[in-house]
């Protein structure tokens, strides 16, 4: 008898229940190139998305532009929270590109006043001519470029010249030179004259990746009124971000067509910036100096601000009498490099033992009054200058006063005459008295004690620049060798310095 074995299959048995297929070599291979080629499409849509959305991008519209617009260098990325913030590096002169209106037939009447501030092979930009020049270019001056033929632009100002067609395209030009790191654009005139260390403190304050228009307005107002309260003046200098120059530039030839009746460069830049919709930002120290006569009452009260700029010192008196303009900037300027950041800061205080007042524009001028005269005297700026256009007294964009025809109601005027440094980080200036041919003296007896002092010594710590990234506070100061004595007499020594807590500087 035959008898047949059933098979009962154990479903846990390993050996029974897993079945692998054979594979081929080929088969293996094909596999691994699939999913290599998989992960390699995986990462790049990744880094695609991930630059897209993380990377500062500068957009615009501009088909000749293309190419022109470089990433700015970061040099840190720091998580804190999932919040990832980029730190740019600080704003320096290699961040800056100039472009002064220059002519090739009046450069070497203005150079002057380019080569005061200008660093060969430091600074970046180009003095921007009709023409090129018949003559070897000085070392000292910005290199120069041949502005392009703007003869195809309408103009149709009355009063002004077509100069202003190929002034107003200098931004537009520097931009299309497409160099790298740039994150401003200055423009500027040939005779303007930048305090460049404190134009980099300015602009440091701001996101050089978002669309700034920096400047500041006329001093006459009747200036303003026939040209803008919103435009940035041309001759004190203004300032525009690489994010606005790249929209700017799509925009401006456009603009020189529609505001032709326009007068100057600065105006018509300014009929772009409306049409983008970026006001100007207002910095009080670029000066345009629309003024006539004698600048001292408007440097001897300067604002609470950083010295940018000077304009227009070809149109008033020497700012040091008895000096060329060039030589009396130079002068300034040797204050200046000494501590840039306190140059032209105005501070005031009292001698109670006396009773007098004593006003200080450092690096300029001290003032000084046999009387106690109150701080909103002290602060507002002597009508020493005429308005721009009609040389009238008024209005300007300031309080001014009038100089009192008494002598005796009059400070008595103290001019730099020298800068030195004191240890590491403190200065001395001393200021002489200066005496004008004309000038009569007061001859009351409480008058005397102040006729007596010759000159001032003024001491006061280095500022840093992070003082302008603080509340604007004026500095206070003290006389420090009030008293009887020859010596004291005809010195009087003052001490600068910040104020202290709930200190003011009117008298108890």
Not at 29 to 56: D, N, Q, R
Request: hydrophobic letters at 35%.
């Amino acid at each position: 008898m035959s008898s047949t074995r059933e098979t009962i299959q154990d479903p846990l048995k390993p050996g029974k229940f897993l079945v692998f297929p054979t594979i081929k070599p080929s088969d293996l291979f094909s596999l691994f190139m699939k999913a290599t080629l998989a992960i390699f499409v995986f990462l790049s849509i990744y880094l695609f998305f991930y630059h897209s959305f993380t990377t500062h991008i500068q957009v615009h519209s501009c088909p000749q532009c293309d190419g022109l617009i470089t990433r700015q260098k970061f040099i840190n990325i720091v998580n804190t929270n999932n919040n990832t913030s980029i730190s740019y590096d600080k704003t320096n002169i290699s961040h800056i590109l100039f472009g002064i209106g220059g002519s090739a037939k009046s450069w070497d009447t203005r150079q002057h006043y380019s080569d005061l501030w200008w660093r060969p092979n430091i600074s970046r930009g180009y003095v921007w001519l009709e023409e090129k020049p018949n003559r070897t270019w000085p070392q000292t001056s910005p290199p120069y470029k041949v502005s392009e033929d703007t003869s195809r632009f309408k103009y149709t100002s009355w009063y002004g010249s077509r100069s202003a067609v190929r002034i107003a395209r200098i931004v537009k030009e520097s931009f299309e030179l497409g160099l790298d790191n740039v994150r401003w654009f200055v423009m500027g005139d040939d005779d303007t004259v930048f305090f460049v260390e404190n134009l980099i403190t300015v602009l440091g304050k701001y996101d050089h990746n978002q669309m700034y228009y920096i400047g500041a307005n006329s001093e006459s107002i009747e200036q303003d009124i026939i040209h803008s309260y919103t435009m940035a003046y041309g001759g004190g200098g203004f300032a525009i971000s690489y994010p606005l120059a790249a929209e700017l530039v799509r925009v401006l030839d456009g603009c020189i067509d529609r505001y032709a009746s326009f007068y100057g460069s600065d105006q018509k830049v300014q009929g772009c910036m409306a049409e983008i919709g970026v006001p100007v930002t207002k910095e009080l120290g670029f000066h345009q100096v629309d003024i006539r006569g004698n600048p001292y009452g408007l440097l001897a009260a300067h604002p609470l601000a950083p010295l940018v700029s000077l304009h227009h010192l070809d149109y008033v008196e020497t700012i040091f009498p008895q000096m060329s303009q060039i030589d009396s900037v130079k002068k300034l300027i040797s204050a200046y490099k000494m501590d840039p950041d306190r140059a032209l800061q105005h501070t005031f205080c009292y001698d109670l033992s006396r009773n007098w007042s004593v006003s200080v524009s450092w690096g300029y001028t001290v003032q000084l009054y046999p009387s106690l005269v109150t701080a909103k005297k002290l602060e507002t700026a002597f009508l020493t200058f005429k308005t721009w256009r009609s040389w009238s007294d008024d209005p300007f964009l300031f309080n001014t006063q009038v100089m009192s025809p008494d002598p005796c109601e009059r400070p008595l005027i103290y001019l730099l005459d020298r800068v030195e440094k004191v240890g590491k980080d403190k200065t001395l200036t001393t200021y002489k008295r200066f005496i004008n041919e004309n000038e009569e003296i007061c001859d009351r007896l409480d008058y005397a004690p102040a006729l007596a002092v010759q000159s001032f010594n003024i001491y006061a710590s280095t500022l840093t620049p992070d003082v302008w990234k603080m509340a604007p506070r004026r500095q206070c100061c003290e006389v420090i060798n009030g008293g009887k004595g020859t010596k004291r007499e005809r010195v009087v020594q003052v001490k600068i310095r910040g104020c202290n807590k709930f200190e003011s500087v009117t008298p108890a």
